[in-house]
């Protein structure tokens, strides 16, 4: 372990510099009285205080943001009434940002519109060449007697 001196770091504090005799202080005098640790306060002292608490606390509130807990419970809202419709959970965050109502009622009526329009099967945009009926294909490079 180390030893460590032990030395009065008071002895080595600057003095205070004493003000000139004509020149005024600006410091505040000291209190002659000190309060105790328990010091009351006169009721008017008291309410003052309170209120000037109060007006700091609404002032720090005011610059501070209050979270949107009614637009996060929607969100989720939607998504839960997506999946209970019948849209699988991967792709409910595709289809949440569609539903435009703000009632559960609502939200769960426009999840199901959206599930069934989501879940159908899709149709073949384009025509199967083996579904010709009547018509066979027609080879180009095939000879004419093979």
Do not use: H, W
């Amino acid at each position: 372990m180390e030893k460590r001196l032990k030395l009065d770091l008071q002895f080595f504090a600057e003095e205070p510099e004493q003000p000139e005799e004509g020149a005024e202080s600006t410091e505040k005098p000291e209190q002659a009285e000190e309060q105790p640790e328990g010091a009351e306060f006169t009721e008017e002292e008291a309410q003052e205080e309170i209120e000037r608490r109060v007006r700091e606390a609404l002032e720090a509130e005011e610059g501070a943001e209050i979270p949107d807990y009614k637009g996060e419970y929607l969100g989720l809202k939607k998504k839960v009434a997506l999946v209970e419709a019948g849209v699988p959970v991967d792709q409910t965050e595709r289809y949440a940002k569609y539903i435009t109502a703000d009632e559960p009622e609502a939200i769960e009526a426009e999840a199901r519109e959206i599930a069934t329009d989501a879940t159908q099967p899709k149709k073949k945009a384009y025509g199967d060449p083996s579904q010709r009926t009547g018509k066979t294909f027609k080879n180009p490079f095939k000879r004419k007697g093979d």
